[in-house]
């Protein structure tokens, strides 16, 4: 069965700091995407990225980065030089091939508070 | 271009009463998703479309849920009775391919 792991329940980081969220996954699949939300305080779901899983070049955009290990089962989000507009609700989220990537399995998230 | 529309936003009701949740998908896009989400939960998928044709509706909680999409542009999620254990947040998606894009959110307070 699929799953998604998000260990860090809650991060608390300084405006400026370097900050990484963890996402782990299980699936038996060959084939799926893994995506990375972002839930703000207004409460609205943004996506940020999607991967898919022949693709582990990682990505980054702008303050944003993600690395993709296959061998770990991980897809890690990372923000550079964090500010206080980066404070949400980080969702990891799953979708598998046997699915028709119809189905996406969140994570429990991750709270990012970024004080001044 | 428009993202995903719902209505309304807020939503309170008393216990018994029904509710209709509204959702205008992206244009152009064939599949469309609702979820609910709680804090003891989190995020759960209670049923989707694809070309307005339900294909899994496993996850809606019971009877007293129901969800249509009488067309491309359009779907609604009933609860009928109301119960306080319903109150959430409940969000509406939709997709083209692998991506979902998600509305704002309704969420509800059943009293």
């Not at chain 1, 799926?32 to 305080?41: D, M, N, R, T």
């Amino acid at each position: 069965a699929q799953k998604v792991t998000q260990a860090q329940t809650e991060i608390s980081v300084v405006e400026k700091e370097d900050v990484t969220l963890d996402c782990v996954y299980e699936t038996r699949d060959t084939t799926y995407y893994l995506f990375w939300y972002k839930q703000p305080p207004s409460g609205e779901l943004v996506f940020l990225i999607r991967r898919n899983s022949f693709d582990e070049q990682n990505e980054i955009s702008g303050r944003y980065s993600w690395n993709f290990q296959k061998s770990t089962s991980s897809f890690n989000f990372t923000i550079t030089a964090s500010q206080v507009v980066d404070s949400a609700v980080y969702f990891c989220a799953l979708s598998e091939g046997d699915t028709g990537f119809q189905k996406l399995v969140f994570g429990t998230g991750t709270r990012l508070l970024v004080s001044p | 271009d428009a993202g995903v529309i719902q209505s309304p936003r807020h939503e309170v009701t008393e216990m018994g009463q029904e509710v209709t949740l509204r959702c205008k998908p992206i244009s152009g896009h064939n599949s469309l998703f609702w979820y609910r989400q709680t804090m003891m939960r989190g995020l759960e998928l209670l049923i989707y479309f694809n070309n307005n044709v339900p294909i899994d509706d496993s996850g809606m909680p019971e009877d007293r849920f129901s969800a249509k999409m009488p067309n491309a542009s359009f779907s609604t999620l009933k609860i009928q009775p109301s119960e306080p254990r319903d109150s959430a947040v409940y969000f509406c998606a939709s997709s083209l391919i692998e991506t979902q894009y998600f509305g704002p959110g309704t969420r509800l307070l059943v009293l």
